[in-house]
């Protein structure tokens, strides 16, 4: 490992916010983090993991933290577990298009609608990435984790990592800490060995953003090349000459509502389900000695429903590349749910721009929109 002049992360994070931390490791290698992170913990500073700066949300101040950078490599293929699936090991520090552009050239598919997401892969668990409906839970095996409370290094299944809607047990949440303060060394998934045919594209999110006709299908390099032009048109596509392209994402989430709430969302504001089937009855057994000819009325599951924060937005009068008055942060020109630095804005103009779409959407629908970014240094 290699500590390194300090960079301030407004040249590190996507969003272009950020001061300068207290010191800055980078590290190149599996063993340089593990070494890195040790020592950092053993010394009780605090500290700050950096990958590509796509989720990072900032203040301008300086930090006290040390930064690592996670600048580890390598895609390695492990035996396949299974016929027609293939086991892959990849560092956390490879960039995730990267491994995405990796998987499709080699014929393999799970990750391929994650096309054109920034950031690194030993980030894509910690949030369980997602898009078009693909999520990493769908290929993800395990991860290789060290935990800061002991310094030890394990491997962590997937079923223990608490994934869900954008989140994990290593998520921490604005307002909250993570459940399991470790990081994430490396990533292994499994993906379908498809070759470059032609494939058939299920109903759902990812065929009616490729917008194909009826028994339409498309190879693994088709989709990838659909998507990562569907995100380019959105800014969501990093771009030196495209100030929209100067986010985090999506700074809210998609917001999962229970179904009686969202009936009093307007009818239009797009909505998928997230749980089981409203329909769907829990089974009861009545022993025959305590049968007294009644039957306890039966009660439907409860069913949770994602609905579009940037409807919500648009919806709540903050149209596309609104600014507050001379502010240099604004909303996306393209898209609602993309808090963008407009060019040398500070993190407060950014909080403050948060802060006011927050207070709109809370205002006319009664829901309060949580920030997806990891946010250091700044309040809401």
Not at 31 to 52: C, H, K
Not at 192 to 213: E, F, K, M, N, S
Not at 323 to 337: C, E, M, N, V
Not at 353 to 374: K, M
């Amino acid at each position: 490992m290699a500590e390194v002049t300090p960079i301030p992360l407004s040249e590190l994070t996507t969003l272009r916010s950020g001061g300068v931390p207290a010191r800055m490791i980078d590290a190149h290698t599996r063993e340089e983090l593990i070494d890195a992170l040790r020592d950092t913990w053993a010394s009780g500073e605090p500290w700050l993991v950096l990958g590509g700066g796509s989720n990072l949300f900032a203040g301008d101040g300086e930090l006290e933290h040390t930064v690592i950078r996670v600048r580890t490599t390598g895609i390695e293929r492990l035996d396949d577990p299974a016929d027609g699936i293939a086991r892959i090991r990849v560092q956390a520090g490879h960039g995730w298009d990267d491994l995405v552009g990796w998987t499709v050239e080699h014929g393999l598919a799970g990750i391929e609608a994650l096309s054109g997401v920034p950031g690194t892969v030993g980030a894509a668990p910690v949030q369980n990435i997602g898009a078009y409906g693909q999520e990493i839970v769908q290929t993800l095996v395990g991860v290789e984790l060290i935990d800061e409370s002991t310094g030890e290094v394990s491997d962590v299944p997937a079923a223990e990592l608490g994934l869900g809607f954008r989140t994990s047990v290593l998520k921490s949440h604005y307002g909250s800490v993570a459940e399991r303060d470790a990081v994430i060394l490396s990533v292994t998934l499994d993906l379908g060995i498809v070759g470059d045919a032609a494939l058939a594209i299920p109903p759902g999110q990812l065929r009616t953003a490729l917008g194909l006709a009826e028994n339409e299908s498309m190879t693994l390099a088709e989709v990838r090349r659909a998507i990562v032009s569907i995100r380019a048109r959105k800014g969501m596509v990093l771009d030196p000459a495209d100030p929209d392209t100067n986010s985090a994402g999506s700074f809210f989430q998609n917001a999962i509502v229970p179904e009686d709430f969202a009936r009093t969302l307007p009818s239009d504001c797009p909505r998928w389900p997230v749980a089981a089937d409203s329909g769907t009855a829990t089974a009861t057994a009545i022993p025959l000695a305590a049968y007294d000819g009644t039957v306890p009325p039966i009660v439907a599951a409860t069913q949770d429903v994602k609905v579009s924060a940037g409807w919500l937005i648009e919806h709540a009068g903050v149209a596309k590349g609104f600014r507050l008055p001379g502010s240099r942060a604004g909303l996306s020109t393209k898209h609602t749910l993309a808090l963008t630095n407009r060019g040398g804005a500070s993190a407060e103009e950014i909080a403050e721009l948060a802060r006011f779409v927050r207070a709109r959407v809370q205002s006319e629908f009664g829901l309060t929109l949580q920030p997806e970014p990891i946010l250091v240094g700044v309040e809401l």
